[in-house]
């Protein structure tokens, strides 16, 4: 059975940071190229950020360039995101998904296995 855990969610401030973690079982981990996503109220998910099996192809959303940084390490079977210079407009569920897929995938429909989500709140 797939399980994808997302931890690190909370509130901050804007202009604080953030290190969210996922964590999934039940598959090769190593063997998935994984992503994180976010939704808003209202809004549709998007695109966060990707990464692929070995890390060397990563992929962000113009929004988080240059304030977040998506890792990974397959000796613990985790995925990270770490979030700095965070603004009101990246208060969102952040989710985490993972895709045997070869390379990156950006889009969600790429993904069959999901998490349940991280509350991600930033006060102005």
């Known amino acids: 059975q797939v399980q994808v855990v997302e931890s690190g969610g909370g509130s901050v401030q804007a202009g604080g940071s953030l290190r969210l973690s996922c964590t999934a079982s039940g598959l090769v981990f190593d063997e998935q190229a994984m992503g994180w996503f976010r939704q808003a109220p209202g809004k549709e998910r998007e695109g966060v950020s990707s990464?692929?099996?070995?890390?060397?192809?990563?992929d962000y959303a113009d929004s988080v360039k240059g304030r977040f940084t998506i890792s990974r390490d397959n000796t613990v079977n985790t995925l990270y995101l770490q979030m700095n210079a965070l603004k009101p407009e990246d208060t969102a569920m952040y989710f985490c998904a993972a895709t045997p897929k070869v390379g990156f995938a950006r889009l969600a429909w790429e993904y069959n296995s999901w998490g349940q989500g991280t509350q991600v709140t930033v006060s102005s």
């Open positions: 990464i692929s099996r070995r890390s060397d192809l990563i």
